[in-house]
């Protein structure tokens, strides 16, 4: 294998990274996810100039297009005219494979363009499989990929697959996934996507975590009182209702996204801020969080399901009446829980988690609430409005931090009350923020691995899920249903009233 | 949404800094204001004449409340005569991205003595703890101007001087001050364009190999480009033809140690569309194609600003371009 010459011209360009020459191959290319956010997510790329020159996309579905029918497809994705030469011109270069994926002359001629692209367009045999599909065909399409030679790559070269959540239902069929993976792909040949972790906002919790003095030394049992994780929708299930049904908000937003913002919040400061480093830290932590026995589901986990209600002034119908979801169902759309972190930086600490459909806004934040002071000098008629300190890290939408503290009411009295100070990450910075994906995409490109998810990291987390899951499978746990615009069931306030708490309103 | 507006004003056409900064200070006070105000710089825009100026004021407003920034524009009369000073403040607020937001500029007309010690004058008006970024509109300043002192970085336009004889101050200044060159800026695209084509295997042998260098476009980008590809490329002077035209675009020929051919390119052709190509004569080929922005007074500022420090590219390619 000769080794290429370094490129001199990169050097100083290089501060937003570029992925070099390759093909990326999405598999459900006529899907929902691939028309919502992967094109979108690789024009956007294409217009900040992130893409290689040599580049291509081919679609793999069953839907039976040709070449310039996913052509026509991709174009249709840019709203914005003034791109729309620049994606054009790239569109042109994309091939289209229709097959199904148990039909080994699929891979073949998959085999053949990927081949064709190389030569015509210089790509180096570098290549990204997207598996944009239903989870179930994951593992028969990776073994197809090893058994048509796909997935080991040629010298010099690359070949990486991106994976989409749900990553199995539990402990036992994730395992069994990534087994059947692993007999085909090297664990860092795997980039399992969480899109959480892509929110810059998300990323910011490490930035704001360990690039500033200030908070370490309070990031601990010693100030912390309470850590509140919300991650709340207001939109129902719409058309995924039947996908619903069978995931329910723990496997559709516990077992990931919180267990991720729970992860980065909680962690230990890495050595590096690299792959290695942060998920190392992140699988430590979650190795650290307490596992439930079957009573202790019952008193520090509560499940709910909406019913008709009001939500951003309009009147939406209840979970048992959306579409393709069972008039008896018993699936939760909303869950609390209390965990507990037992390591030494946490002991004692209790986070409480809370995500559910149907809340009455779209707000995703974590907040640390700080102990009181040990003796408070004014008299109570003088502190009347003072409430503990706090930060607010709000991940989406209205992305900054909020820290709140007292400070004093101007006249002549003596009156103290709690103040919000503001930062808003929007207004502080000129760049655009990148969506999810494209940092996403770009990511499994370059080959960082680091805000995708390790192995380790989700088996940790189906450590934590499973028993809840199994409890409320086994003891047919109660299933409260709350009012679609509430913020859950009743049930959830009890959990911090015996406390002496309350849950915040972000 | 409500975009930006002017909240309030005042203005005095004889005053003396104390005034202007008590003004200030009444200025905000009546306005229903955020809770913070989030500002990354102090943006001082240094101009001799009003269009120039309002130019300026005109990029910064575009960047509208995404780029907080307490803006001071100098306007300065170097005209013989009595000291002198006028201002105007204005306070401009609205809405961007769903969230309130407010900044001041004030704009100082200048004239007599003080010219020659501006930083004395701007320092009262800049945020504590946050860089001071000169924009030099009109033209450069000379190395020794007492006003560098009071700048952490430079911003300049190299198009906008139009002799070749700017890149040998605009060296030296870099050797004083962080300089951001808007030309430079703009010239991203080409550059990130050229050198995405010698990516990939089949391609990045040959960037080792370039025999001649074709640039084209208006004095200072074609400097810039040509100084960029001597000093990247280890190339002399002579490889390096320059003529004028337009828009920028050049071409690399380049044979390799095998004696295969190869061309990489990248041009402006219709609109604001730019076409980057690499072939190999009897080889693969690949080409890109770019929408450049609107060219709004804003375009490359936004960039620039988002990267107030040395740039260890930039600067050799300065003093290549001087020999060019």
Redesign the interface.
Known sequence: MSVLPPNPLLEGLEGERRAPPCTLVVFGASGDLTARKLLPALERLARRRLLPTAFSVVGVARTEWTDEEFQARASEVVKDALAQPQWTSLTRGFRYVAGEYGDPATFERLGAVLDDLDRQRGTGGNRVFYLATVPEVFASVAEALGAHGLARPGPGAFVRVVIEKPFGRDLTSADALDTCLHRVFAENQLYRIDHYLGKETVQNVLALRFANAIFEPIWNRRYVDQVQITVAEAAGVGHRGGFYESAGAMRDIVQNHVMQVLSLTAMEPPATVDAKGIRDEKVKVLRAVKVFSPDEVAANVVRGQYERGWVEGEEVRGYREEAAVAADSRTETFVAAQLSIDNWRWAGVPFYLRTGKRLPKRVTEVAMEFHSVPHLPFPPGQARGLGPNAMVLRIQPDEGITLRFGAKVPGQALQVRTVSMDFSYGAAFVEESPEAYERLLLDAMAGDPTLFIRTDEVDQAWRICDPILDAWAAQDAPLPSYPAGSWGPAAADRLLERNGQAWRSP | MRPISLLSVWSDESVKVADVLEALDALRRPEPM???R?S?LTLVIVAKRRAEAARAQAAVHE?G????ARVLTLLLDDSAGAGHLAAELRLLGGE????D?WFEEIELRVRGPVVQHLDSLIEPFTLPDLPVVCWFVTALPHVGDPLLAAADVLVVDARHFGDVACFATLAELSRRRPVVDLSWVRL??W???????????????F??CVERVEIWGRTGPRHLLGGW?AD??DLPSAAIGLSPAPHVGLRLHTRSPAGDRATFEVIRGDGR?V??R?AIADG????????L??ATPAWGL?EA???LER????EPALRRAVEL
């Open positions: 955020p809770p913070t989030t990354v960047l409340g995404r780029h907080p961007a991205d769903g969230r937001v991203t695209p550059r990130a364009l050229l050198a995405g084509l010698f990516e990939g295997p089949d391609f990045r042998p960037v080792g590809l990247r490329l569309l076409a980057a690499a693969p080929a690949s080409e890109a194609v770019l929408q922005p609107e936004i600003l988002s990267h740039d260890a590219v930039y």
